[in-house]
């Protein structure tokens, strides 16, 4: 097989993955079988386990140089610490197809982040898919409706969102180390630090889990979130972005809201709502716009 076609199915996977992790972790949460907090604790130390495994198996391994550290650090910050944190209690508390669509406002934010970073130019694309997205976002969380188990939708949006911000800065601090280590390395390293900085907070809800209480059912789906969902997603991912490219891997997110609330609608009892579709339909508009080359603006 082609490595072209090995990364397409990898991206293709990913975002298959990512998408059913909206529907299981709340099937475990709202299943009473643990907290955000506590799985945020399992995800992200199972994932850094699995992630040393590879270590050994690295013949290159390339030592970190002191300086680099507190880059690091912040990535962990961002890309675990308050990413993790906020999209799993988000997610627990909004609805998965909300959770879904907001996320797409990450490559947006990402173009303007490192356009603000980077002093780069904003064209009037950028600007015009910023607002969509905005406008997207704002439908969702200003929506009313009740189905499904959301607890505290507009909390849970909020949180989504805060966490697609903490990401952004997390995707521009990591590309300088992506390009200087191996990209497995630097994931090695920033689920290490994370695990450690996200510790005190979820230690008491991983000691409440009632491991007992778990029947096949539970023990695949918290392994289709760490090993799958994030472990097997991130490297997927890292694969499809160094065959085919940012661009291209950047396509396939347009997939993951799709697959999420077919999950969603089939599994949790969700609704495809009317302002649902038309908060997708900006947020999709917003995210083209916002990634769209034009003569004198490039993609981020």
């Known amino acids: 097989m082609k ?29 009473g079988y643990l907290k955000a907090f506590g799985l945020n604790l399992i995800r992200v130390g199972v994932t850094g386990i699995l992630l040393w495994g590879l270590y050994f198996f690295n013949k ?46 990450t490559p947006i934010l990402i173009t303007f982040i ?28 200003l929506a009313k409706e009740k189905s499904g188990n959301g607890s505290d939708v507009l909390l849970g949006d909020i ?23 191996n990209p497995v390395a630097v994931l090695r390293n920033v689920f290490t630090i994370g695990f450690f900085l996200i510790l005190p907070f979820c230690f008491t809800e991983f000691n409440q889990i009632q491991w007992h209480t778990y029947g096949i059912k539970e023990w695949s789906a918290l392994g289709m979130i760490t090993i ?46 009317a302002y649902k579709l038309l908060a997708g339909a900006f947020i999709f508009a917003g995210v083209y716009l916002a990634n769209k080359t034009t003569k004198h603006a490039t993609n981020n």
């Open 3 to 31: 490595p072209a076609v090995k990364a397409h199915i990898a991206l293709f996977a990913t975002n298959l993955f990512f998408a059913i992790n909206f529907t299981t972790v709340k099937y475990l949460i709202n299943g």
């Open 60 to 105: 290159n391994k390339k030592r970190i140089a002191a300086k680099d550290w507190k880059q690091f650090l912040f990535c962990a910050i961002t890309g675990v610490a308050i990413n993790q944190l906020f999209f799993i209690k988000g997610l627990s508390l909004t609805y998965s197809i909300h959770a879904s669509l907001l996320l797409l406002i």
């Open 114 to 141: 490192a356009a603000w970073l980077l002093r780069e130019r904003l064209s009037n694309n950028k600007i015009i898919g910023l607002a969509l997205g905005i406008g997207g976002s704002l439908i969702l969380v």
């Open 159 to 181: 949180f989504v969102i805060l966490n697609a911000i903490s990401y952004t800065f997390y995707f521009v601090l990591v590309k300088p180390l992506m390009q200087i280590y």
């Open 228 to 273: 799958t969902g994030t472990f097997c997603a991130y490297l997927f991912n890292i694969y499809g972005i160094k065959t085919l490219g940012a661009s291209v891997a950047g396509t396939y997110i347009y997939s993951q809201p799709v697959f999420a609330a077919a999950i969603a609608i089939t599994f949790l009892g969700e609704t495809l709502s």
